[in-house]
């Protein structure tokens, strides 16, 4: 813990904060470090970006910097490129009334710094650093709080969770990352505004947990939301899944989690009980709770697949060709950690993994993704009609090469030859 200053702040952060501070003094307005990256300062970490807050009007910020743009300009946010480093500068604002429990009915600007903090949500982010003279204004008290390692609201926590239900999940997270215990009073405040949750959109409730996934300890972020009654609330459903076990195997696996991993913890059934199949579409309708881009929700599908494989590798050893194709997807080392993570926490032999992963580890990189013995032009030559033939001769192919049953090209023509025939 230390009072912050920017000798804690990477140097392209600092340079361009301080080149907008200037400016922004320079026409005589305000310019304030706001926010995570003080907060960060004061817990010895190092801030990722930089927030700037000031009394000079949006319109303003724009002609003192022309190339501005406006990424929340109703909220007074402008963002500042300088020496490819994006700086948001933000108006002092205080805010009224949350009619759908996410954004403010009324922004008023040119409000002071007390009343800009007075908004936000919790003390640690209230904190502001002048960065031209390393003046720091805690109107707030977040520093003590930092101090007593105590996360706490700024004014009504029940009013902080009402004006906006995401805060509930931001509550866990610092929590967790932070290693913060909440102050009573905070966890009141989150226990009677739990319905708020319900407003906020899937969307937003999968980008904070993946925040939640990526940084440290993520099952105490689980846990305290379960505790809380958020997540019963967010996705509905999840009671049922068992949750301490869930984040065990979260702790085994290792951080950070990642976002897969964290989604496969919360939905997978096969996590723990890799002999269960899913019914058909059933994890697809829990994912869908929190609607996932493709890629993800492919992934994870991809991940209980890989789960229920390794279960059935106890009896049966993979071909060679399975283990390969199931390596070359980007979910394999996700379903390897989990995997690991699961049997291990529920006393399961890690024998059939091994074995797999160690003969993984004696394929070459040209073994994996070998060039292929035969192709398109092959079966046009040999007369093999165009259609959903060729893609499975090239497969299986591809699958007789891989298991060393087919060593060279002659193998793999006089292997086409027979085929063609009898697909005539």
């Given amino acids: 813990m230390r009072v912050p200053s920017l000798s804690g702040m990477p140097e392209p952060l600092s340079q361009a904060l301080l080149a907008v501070a200037h400016e922004l003094r320079g026409r ?19 801030p990722k970006d930089v927030d700037v807050a000031t009394d000079a009007l949006p319109a303003d910020v724009e002609r003192i910097f022309p190339h501005a743009k406006g990424v929340g300009r109703a909220f ?25 429990a996410r954004r403010p009915d009324q922004v008023q600007f040119g409000a002071t710094a007390a009343e800009d903090a ?33 996360l706490r609201c700024v004014g009504d926590p029940v009013e902080r969770f ?32 739990v319905d708020s949750i319900v407003g906020v959109s899937p969307e937003r409730v999968l980008a904070e947990l993946s925040a939640i996934f990526l940084r440290a300890r993520p099952a105490t972020a689980l846990r305290l939301l379960h505790e809380l009654g958020v997540i019963e609330r967010a996705l509905p459903g999840f009671a049922a899944l068992e949750l301490e076990r869930r984040c065990a195997i979260a702790e085994r696996a290792g951080e950070p989690l990642g976002v897969l991993e964290g989604l496969c913890v919360l939905f997978s059934f096969e996590l723990l009980t890799p002999e269960r199949a899913d019914e058909p579409g059933e994890l697809e309708r829990r994912l869908d709770l929190l609607r996932p881009s493709r890629e993800l929700r492919q992934g994870a599908l991809e991940v209980g697949e ?26 394999w080392n996700a379903a390897a950690r989990l995997a690991r993570a699961a049997r291990t926490e529920l006393g399961q032999s890690l024998g059939a993994l091994d074995a797999a992963l160690a003969r993984l580890s004696d394929f070459d990189p040209c073994g994996q993704a070998p060039r292929p013995l035969l192709t398109g032009a092959d079966l046009a030559a040999a007369g093999v009609p165009r259609g959903p033939r060729w893609g499975e001769l090239l497969l299986a192919a591809e699958t007789a090469q891989l298991d060393g049953e087919l060593r060279t090209r002659d193998d793999a023509l006089r ?9 005539r």
């Fill in 28 to 46: 005589g307005a305000q310019a304030w470090l706001v926010g995570g990256a003080v907060r960060d300062l004061a817990l010895g970490r190092e």
């Fill in 76 to 100: 007074g946010t402008m963002l500042v490129v300088h020496d490819s480093v994006p700086v948001q500068v933000t108006t002092f604002r205080s805010e009224r009334g949350y009619s759908d």
């Fill in 118 to 150: 007075a908004r936000r949500d919790f003390t640690c982010n209230a904190l502001f650093l002048d960065p031209l003279r390393g003046e720091l204004f805690d109107p707030t008290g977040g520093l003590a709080d930092l101090e007593r390692r105590v």
């Fill in 162 to 193: 009402r004006e906006d239900g995401l805060r509930l999940l931001r509550l866990a997270r610092f929590a967790a990352d932070l290693d913060l215990a909440p102050d009573p009073s905070t966890l009141a405040g989150a226990r009677a505004s």
């Fill in 306 to 331: 890989f789960l229920r494989a390794i279960e059935h590798w106890s009896a049966c050893p993979p071909r060679r060709s399975e283990l390969v194709r199931a390596a070359r997807k980007p979910s």
């Fill in 415 to 423: 292997w086409l030859r027979e085929r063609a025939v009898e697909g």
